[in-house]
């Protein structure tokens, strides 16, 4: 079996003191400031914005319109034309801002769904009327 032996003892000048939990923080030691950022905090807090950095400028109607297009590429292309005019007139809307908008890329995507479920539904509509053409002329 295993005999349990105690560890070592220190040798003399090897240790470290501890330092005291409750002393007074030298001025090299105070905890800095939340919210600014210095070279050991790099990643703090911008002052101002305590939920993360200034600049998150989202254009409210960019989730709604890429639901739309969505929507509309699986299979309710009537919404097609609906999430094409929202997403075209918030593409213009944050062209015309002097604010750059964050979620482009979402409205250029919803732009395009759109405009796909557009041309689903002209397509729908076309094959509709061929098919009561052939119809009309069987009967």
């Given at each position: 079996?295993?005999?349990?032996?105690?560890?070592?003892?220190?040798?003399?000048?090897?240790?470290?003191?501890?330092?005291?939990?409750?002393?007074?923080?030298?001025?090299?030691?105070?905890p800095?400031?939340?919210?600014?950022?210095?070279?050991?905090?790099?990643?703090?807090?911008?002052?101002?914005?305590?939920?993360?950095?200034?600049?998150?400028?989202?254009?409210?109607?960019?989730?709604?319109?890429?639901?739309?297009?969505?929507?509309?590429?699986?299979g309710?292309?009537?919404?097609?034309?609906?999430?094409?005019?929202?997403?075209?007139?918030?593409?213009?809307?944050?062209?015309?801002?002097?604010?750059?908008?964050?979620?482009?890329?979402?409205?250029?995507?919803?732009?395009?769904?759109?405009?796909?479920?557009?041309?689903?539904?002209?397509?729908?509509?076309?094959?509709?009327?061929?098919l009561?053409?052939?119809?009309?002329?069987?009967?």
């Open positions: 079996m295993f005999r349990f032996e105690p560890p070592p003892t220190p040798r003399a000048g090897g240790g470290v003191e501890p330092q005291d939990p409750y002393a007074e923080p030298t001025p090299t030691e105070r800095i400031p939340p919210g600014r950022p210095t070279a050991s905090h790099p990643y703090a807090v911008a002052p101002g914005a305590p939920w993360g950095p200034v600049g998150q400028n989202n254009h409210p109607s960019g989730t709604a319109a890429l639901v739309l297009g969505i929507l509309s590429c699986c309710l292309a009537i919404l097609g034309p609906i999430a094409w005019v929202m997403a075209r007139s918030a593409i213009r809307e944050s062209q015309a801002s002097p604010y750059a908008v964050t979620n482009y890329g979402q409205l250029t995507a919803a732009r395009i769904l759109g405009i796909v479920g557009t041309g689903m539904l002209v397509l729908g509509f076309l094959w509709t009327v061929i009561i053409i052939i119809a009309s002329g069987l009967a």
